[in-house]
């Protein structure tokens, strides 16, 4: 099944998700092709999750600072970890929930899967396994110069981030 549209994105994290909501206020027929989840790793694996627990740890370190600042705390102060962690899930969720609406409110098409450029003007979905490479030759003055992408592989460990509150 072809698809049609002036502007296809590789990745729908925030430039790609960016990229594609200023196309669509300009008129044109986006679609992204993300081989994950819309918000890409900065919401779902880094950014986004980490400030979430830091900034829990900071309410935390301040309770335990609060009476250097004229503060009291009648009670004990404790940290509950899988709160710290439901917290992080439910922003990652409202925020992501927020970027699905805005690509319907845009009429942004999503594919799901990896994405290959085949031509200066062909675009197709990549078949799990294979590796997207990418050629794009400068055609006119608005075009960008020529990009080369070439593989590497990257191994990230998350190992925090893929907890869930029932680790704990």
Request: one cysteine or more; glycine letters at 10%; charged letters at 25%.
């Amino acid at each position: 099944m072809a698809i049609e549209v002036d502007v296809a994105i590789l990745g729908g994290g925030p430039g790609g998700y960016t990229a594609a909501i200023r196309a669509a206020q300009e008129g044109k027929r986006v679609a992204i092709v993300e081989m994950d989840k819309l918000g890409g790793t900065c919401l779902h694996r880094g950014c986004i999750p980490s400030k979430a627990m830091l900034r829990s740890a900071e309410v935390y370190a301040g309770l335990l600072e609060a009476e250097q600042f004229g503060v009291k705390v009648d009670g004990s102060v404790a940290l509950d970890f899988r709160r710290v962690l439901a917290r992080r899930e439910e922003t990652v969720r409202q925020l992501h929930n927020g970027l699905q609406h805005l690509m319907k409110k845009h009429g942004i098409q999503m594919i799901y899967g990896k994405g290959r450029v085949i031509g200066p003007s062909i675009f197709r979905r990549a078949a799990a396994r294979s590796q997207s490479k990418w050629r794009t030759e400068r055609r006119n003055p608005l075009s960008p110069p020529i990009l080369l992408l070439r593989r590497v592989r990257v191994r990230v460990s998350c190992p925090v981030w893929k907890r869930t509150a029932n680790a704990f």
